[in-house]
């Protein structure tokens, strides 16, 4: 393996384990990454604001140096706190969605920061919106998109009734848009250009790093792209098939056994030399 000099992982699935929390392995690993020198970071679907208000309350603030928020969308550096936006959704191309899945039982998810606006709040949503440090909001969404733009529409529904998803989004013909599965609930629209890939390539050239000297850890259909543009793409054992197939190496270990600490342990630190940045 080559040299590394930024790390990047997916936070749901792959770097907090299933309660959502930091293992204290996993935190203990990306601290000694900090020792030798090398950049960590967050690439998720969430925003950044959220990810930053979560960075303290994991007691991993001082180890993480970027985050790649809404699928590459969003990166933020927190050493310079400088945040960059890419390919935003025009709000018309969004209310064409909406109006195609809209007789469907499903709720829809505009994130602006650490707000949440949708056009169905219950109890269960609002308590899954605090989990991720949002706060839900329900408005009537075609006044608030059409002078508006996002970074992404969510569409949420029971995960029984994905399947119903999924079939429809395959008669949406937008070349606007392009969507994709990020959690059994969970389905998202985005820019064509953005996707963690898209995101990766922003950050290497943000920090003047080669994608060769890379790594990357995901688990879901979300993290193929950044998977396999960096130089080592690393899934969890608990990934989907799809990911696998793509990545440099699968972990015999879950998100649950704090496979992103052993892979840094076995095969980073050992191997790596020290870089100064």
């Given at each position: 393996m080559k040299p590394v000099t930024l790390v990047a992982t997916d936070l749901d699935g792959t770097f907090l384990n299933s309660q959502k929390k930091v293992t204290d392995l996993n935190r203990e690993a990306i601290s000694k990454l900090k020792n030798h020198g090398i950049l960590f970071g967050i690439a998720s679907g969430r925003p950044v604001e959220t990810v930053r208000a979560m960075l303290k309350e994991w007691k991993i603030e001082d180890s993480v140096s970027f985050i790649m928020g809404m699928n590459g969308g969003v990166v933020y550096d927190l050493r310079q706190r400088t945040k960059e936006e890419y390919h935003v959704l025009d709000g018309e191309i969004v209310l064409d969605i909406i109006h195609f899945f809209q007789d469907l039982d499903v709720d829809f998810w505009i994130l602006e920061g650490a707000t949440r606006y949708t056009n169905r709040t219950s109890i269960e949503t609002q308590e899954h919106a605090r989990l991720f440090g949002e706060t839900e909001i329900e408005i009537d969404l075609e006044p608030y998109l059409?002078?508006?733009?996002?970074?992404?529409?969510?569409?949420?529904?029971?995960?029984?009734?994905?399947?119903?998803?999924?079939?429809?989004?395959?008669?949406?013909?937008?070349?606007?848009?392009?969507?994709?599965?990020?959690?059994?609930?969970?389905?998202?629209?985005?820019?064509?250009?953005?996707?963690?890939?898209?995101?990766?390539?922003?950050?290497?050239?943000?920090?003047?790093?080669?994608?060769?000297?890379?790594?990357?850890?995901?688990?879901?259909?979300?993290?193929?792209?950044?998977?396999?543009?960096?130089?080592?793409?690393?899934?969890?054992?608990?990934?989907?098939?799809?990911?696998?197939?793509?990545?440099?190496?699968?972990?015999?270990?879950?998100?649950?056994?704090?496979?992103?600490?052993?892979?840094?342990?076995?095969?980073?630190?050992?191997?790596?030399?020290?870089?100064?940045?």
């Open positions: 059409q002078n508006n733009t996002c970074n992404k529409l969510i569409i949420h529904c029971d995960k029984e009734y994905m399947p119903i998803i999924l079939e429809r989004a395959k008669q949406y013909k937008n070349d606007a848009c392009v969507g994709f599965l990020t959690a059994n609930n969970l389905f998202e629209y985005v820019d064509p250009r953005i996707n963690k890939g898209y995101g990766i390539e922003k950050v290497a050239k943000h920090f003047g790093v080669k994608l060769e000297n890379c790594v990357a850890f995901g688990d879901e259909q979300n993290d193929k792209e950044m998977l396999e543009k960096v130089g080592m793409g690393v899934c969890m054992q608990n990934g989907s098939q799809d990911v696998k197939d793509v990545s440099s190496y699968v972990s015999p270990y879950t998100n649950d056994e704090s496979a992103i600490a052993h892979f840094i342990e076995e095969n980073i630190l050992k191997e790596n030399v020290d870089v100064i940045l």
